[in-house]
């Protein structure tokens, strides 16, 4: 902004004002003045925030009046071409990638990672999902969680409703994803932050963002329920989701995302990737539990299996290749608390940050399929 110079005469000219020169000045000075006055009266009126936030508002419409008096704007001149490819527009997915390092950084003693797609399997354990699979590692017989997952949605979410539909958070908050855009990694790296940015608080936010733009009303949740203590992290998660159940009765989904670890004996990393539309996307596997009868106490499990299966369905339809199959287990993982609580890993370690966010991306555009379908 240019600095405001005192009104000056051209030189010769009389200090006295023709009479319409008058009229207009003692107009400008009465509008100001009923401006400044308006503001005066509102911010004596209202809370301390408010008033504040008006006080600033009136200040910048006396400027601006105020620059407007004194001169005409300026032109300002439209980007060259080069302006505008250097700075692109990134719209979709693209806006919440991150520059990766480039190879020149790789340190001489820098881990390696392999990449890996994994297929849906076969065998008597793993029973059809449409175009993905369930693989069962519990006693429930293959014809009964096949009957099972083929029932509908124990619930029914409203689309385009104020009422939170969908609660997404972090037991393990903390885990992140390498950085590097070649298949190394730092040495020392345990693959843990608490970088919202870069860790799974950031494909959360994908996720959520991408639910609520389908028309459904979803919550994100981003605390480091692992830090600074890893013990007790399913603890104080399961606090954080009976809050949120409490204040918000209308979440029928409760998705706990996290990022699996695969490693070989030797150190190497594994990462679990797809190629979807012409991008590399890390492999997501969903996590179902299932009662036990004695140490896991799931008494809705079949309604959560229910949904695995139709939102498993929904991405491997979409996006073949996208999905490693369900694991169906004794797991816990305060799945009891809803109808619809699951646990999805997006990728491991060993992706890098961009492959996670896209495959959030795909997860979620799959998820919304599922849900108003």
Sequence with gaps: MRSREPWRLPAGQSRALPFLQAVVLFTALCILARSAALVLAAFLAAPVPAAQTLLHLGQQAVESRAASAESVPEAVPAPSPAQEAAAPVQTGVEQYFVALQPDEARPADAGAVTEQQFGQGSGE????CGAGSIKNNTRQTAADIAAEAAQPLPFAIEKDSAAPQV?????????????SAGLWFTPGDGARSTDRSINMCAVGRVMADTLNAAGICTLHDE?????????????????VVQQYLA???????VLDVHR????????????????????QAAQVMIIC???NGTSVQLPAWRQNLRFAAAWERSMEAKY??????????????????????????????????NEALYAGYLAAQGLAEALLS
């Design 125 to 128: 354990k793993y029973i059809p």
């Design 167 to 179: 609660l997404i958070m972090h037991t393990h908050a903390t885990e992140d994803y390498r950085l």
């Design 223 to 239: 605390t480091l329920n692992d830090y600074p203590s890893y013990t007790g992290s399913y603890a104080n998660s399961r606090a």
């Design 247 to 253: 204040q918000y009765p209308s979440i029928k989904v």
């Design 260 to 279: 699996d670890a695969i490693e070989r004996e030797n150190g190497t990393r594994c990462a679990p990737v797809c190629s979807i539309d012409g991008r």
């Design 289 to 291: 539990g299932c009662d």
């Design 320 to 353: 073949p290749g996208l999905t490693r199959p369900v694991l169906f287990s004794y797991r816990f993982y305060n799945q009891d608390l809803t109808t619809g609580s699951l646990l999805i890993e997006i990728g491991g370690h060993g992706n890098n940050l």
